[in-house]
């Protein structure tokens, strides 16, 4: 099952020694093969990206992803981007300028567009209880999903141990996305 770790400026704040530190320790105990840089809030979103890159880069198996930014990802050399459900009119172009594409999706319809578009991946969430995050999707509604559609995806919210981890694997899902279970 693939591991996919998503930063938060409430975890791993927006200063970018400590950030670089938090970060390097969490890969280094947690070893995921995804991961990706989220923080709307930081007013240097570009610089800390690009530690965030690197610091990917450092561990060589992991796949570095951008949230929202098309053409920083691309300038960072990240991996892909993480678009948002309100993104599905850029899949195209970060495509084609050589991005892996990750999309956020909340509904079975959501995940079936990705899919059509030419997403590689798909978060679903959230599939147990998450901090307004409305109400959970749970694992018999991913099950369902998982028989209608070709495309990977990863099952996120509200995923904080391994009890969780554990009920997902037997859905056959791709992988799971985190941030609390992370840190």
């Known amino acids: 099952m693939q591991k996919y770790l998503i930063t938060s400026q409430q975890f791993y704040t927006d200063t970018p020694a400590i950030f670089r530190n938090i970060l390097h320790e969490q890969f280094k105990e ?91 991946t798909v978060t679903y969430s959230p599939i147990f209880a998450s901090p307004g995050k409305g109400e959970p999707k749970g694992i018999e509604d991913l099950k369902e999903l998982l028989k209608k559609v070709d495309i990977n995806i990863f099952a996120l919210g509200g995923i904080i141990d391994d009890l969780h981890v554990g009920k997902l694997e037997d859905t056959k899902s791709y992988g799971f996305a985190s941030i609390r279970y992370f840190y």
């Not at 495509?95 to 079975?108: A, M, N, P, Q, R």
């Open 30 to 120: 947690h070893m995921p093969t995804y991961a990706l840089y989220r923080d709307k809030s930081n007013p240097n979103y570009a610089i800390q990206a690009a530690h965030f890159v690197e610091v990917c880069t450092q561990f060589g198996t992991i796949k570095s992803f951008i949230h929202q930014h098309v053409d920083l990802a691309k300038e960072l050399n990240a991996t892909g981007v993480h678009l948002t459900s309100k993104q599905f009119d850029e899949i195209e172009y970060a495509k084609k300028i050589g991005l892996e594409v990750i999309v956020s999706t909340h509904t079975h319809e959501e995940v079936l567009k990705a899919q059509k578009l030419g997403a590689d």
